[in-house]
């Protein structure tokens, strides 16, 4: 039997529905646990960081403008798409994560179910979270919640599928758009989630993944005034002391590192509400049988 | 415009109010000194009458009212939740009794009209304190889990213009959760806050749970600084606010900012022009427009322009300036002559800028810090009047044809803390108000509160939101 040679698969970033290499030319070296070569993963720079918000901005109007049951049924979808890859994954989960296949079966499978959860949250989180308000006069309020904008996420350093899908599903669930700072040491399951994204119908730019120095990447995301929120779950102390003190700039909403002991536990709706607004839209309301106005 | 009738003057008597020719700093259920013996006076701003001195906290003094509030913080968050409520609605209630004491004092100490102390601030501060009570016992059907745990200490830094008001929307929320607070009112008005301490006295609010440190600036900074403060809460200037984000960063220090704005107040052909002049006025107006979600710009549609214009200009010649203890006042003094030295450096700059000035004729008093309401026309979205916040009573008018165009206008600010749409059409509201950026938005009416009402902004006016379920989230750890 001659030993077929694989063909090997160039991992590249996820900007604006498109795959672009770094516009630097740079790659670094991406190995499994145990120091084998596994690809070589682009080097983002602060450019692919800004084309990235740029991309994220274009798509934001689109996918918060988007009915809730809308973005339910896109998620779903990922949902599916992820099933169907679910052997790449469970390679790549492995590979990255030094785990057994049983073990990195696990991983995924729970990843495939969390991704599904959120998308069942799309047309619920506004009830749990808004609502009226009975107001002490002739006043009609109510509190909706909507996305705040443009979320830079940086994802988790350690569980680099779980993880990732952990901070990135609650981001758009909610209708904001994602710039995904992947796993600096693992970034290929990452990479391989923005191929699910686009065969989804997940428009372009509403999810943009970037690999690379993740201090490098999220540095100029942090101080971005066109960025308005930030998950700093992948920061380590210092950096994200650093990220916070620029994200104060433009007042970003900061997600400061929570510490997760295990992300397989069942979230509660925090990362969802990290970022979110209330907008509180009043109207008076008419006297019926009154003299004057009657709106 | 001269009118036939001449109100007489119908002054509200000051003798219900009696203010010492001092003050201290309220630490630990006492009133004491400075450490280092500072005091600063606190001016009418509608006469320039010294109305008190007051103790001035240094760093010292923050040390002592943290450490107060930290011993205070055990047994007052271990209190069953009914308890800590019917403290509150204690508080409550003695403010009702007082609030006639209270509007005098908050108008001699702010500048602003006895109307609104008595009609407006003073009604709500009792209204925050009822209904943050009743939260004190239900916390777990809040929405934040079933054992919602309080903060610790939280150090609060509140601004002049609604001092009373502030004061209730920071300390209700705070304590119905289980946090002790060390509240600093601003230099100008902290009387009203030092009065407060007497109402917790009467109360028999426990000692350390409230904390009192009038003050300037660096005793804000060393509160929000200081390493024993588990919650920030902030409610002023976007400047400020993105400081205090720096001085917390990397702590675990959790933090609310209610910071500036610059609200699109927008006017459809189709709305009803006296209410909504009535709305305008409101807008900008009320409290002098140092009011943080005022709607300082007027975006108004084209075809509507001039009979809105002619109406507007018409309803401010009737407005009152003068004496804020006078019952018919509708305007007061602004509240210090440094506000008042801003709002006319940017209103000289907004005629240097090639914009239309124009004033009701309106006699200023002598002595006091005064600025009569004032319109800019031939307003541009690049022009300093459009996007600087003013607070004050200055109102640019800018001009639209088509709702995407009014939409797009009024969401040209780094701010998104409120807006106004006054039109007929239901549905119309409805699409506007979706895409403003903002976290209130009134339609056909305009800067009402109530303490169910989440209340805060989008983008650079500040996080997290204050009143409401929503507003006990700040003071819970979820």
Known sequence: ?295 | MASAFEYAPAPESRSIVDIAPSYGLFIDGEFTEAADGKVFKTVSPATEEVLSEVAQAGEADVDRAVAAARKAFEKWSALPGSERAKYLFRIARIIQERSRELAVLETLDNGKPIKETRDADLPLVAAHFFYYAGWADKLEHAGFGANPRPLGVAGQVIPWNFPLLMLAWKIAPALATGNTVVLKPAETTPLTALFFADVCRQAGLPKGVVNILPGYGDTGAALVAHPDVNKVAFTGSTAVGKEIARTVAGSRKKLTLELGGKGANIVFDDAPIDQAVEGIVNGIFFNQGQVCCAGSRLLVQESIQDELLDSLKRRLSTLRLGDPLDKNTDIGAINSEEQLARITRLVEQGEAEGAERWSPACEIPSAGYWFAPTLFTNVTQAHTVARDEIFGPVLSVLTFRTPDEAVAKANNTPYGLSAGIWTEKGSRILAVANKLRAGVVWSNTFNKFDPTSPFGGYKESGFGREGGRHGLEAYLDV
């Not at chain 1, 952990?166 to 693992?186: D, R």
């Not at chain 1, 290929?188 to 990447?217: C, F, H, Q, W, Y």
Request: a negative charge.
């Open chain 1, 1 to 295: 039997m001659s030993d077929r040679l694989s063909v090997l698969k160039t991992y590249k970033l996820y900007v604006g529905g498109k795959f672009p290499r770094s516009e630097s030319g740079r790659v670094y070296e991406v190995t499994d646990s145990k120091g084998k070569w596994l690809a070589n993963a682009p080097l983002s720079s602060r450019k692919d960081a800004r084309d990235a918000v740029v991309a994220a901005r274009k798509a934001f109007g689109g996918w918060s403008g988007a009915t809730a049951y809308n973005r339910g049924q896109v998620l779903y979808r990922v949902a599916e798409m992820l099933e169907g890859r679910r052997t790449q994954f469970v390679h790549e989960v492995a590979d990255a994560e030094g785990l057994s296949k049983s073990k990195a079966a696990e991983q995924v499978d729970a990843t495939v179910d969390r991704w599904v959860w959120y998308a069942g949250w799309t047309d619920k989180i506004a009830q749990v979270v808004g609502g009226g308000n009975p107001v002490a006069g002739p006043f009609f309020n109510l509190s909706s919640p909507e996305p705040t904008g443009v979320v830079a996420v940086l994802a988790p350093q350690e569980s680099s599928f779980l993880g990732l899908v952990s901070v990135l599903a609650p981001v758009i669930a909610t209708g904001n758009t994602a710039v995904v700072v992947a796993s600096e040491k693992s970034p290929l399951p990452a990479l391989s989630l923005a191929e699910v994204l686009a065969t989804s119908d997940v428009p372009g730019g509403v999810v943009n993944v970037l690999s690379g120095r993740t201090a490098e990447i999220a540095t100029p995301l942090a101080s971005h005034q066109d960025v308005n929120a930030i998950d700093l779950a992948g920061a380590d102390d210092v950096l994200a002391k650093e990220l916070e003190i620029a994200a104060a700039d433009n007042l970003k909403r900061v997600l400061r590192p929570q510490p997760v002991d295990n992300w397989s536990d069942t979230p509660g709706i925090d990362r969802m509400t990290a970022f979110l607004e209330t907008k509180t839209v009043w109207h008076p309301t008419g006297s019926l049988g009154a003299s004057g106005s009657s709106y």
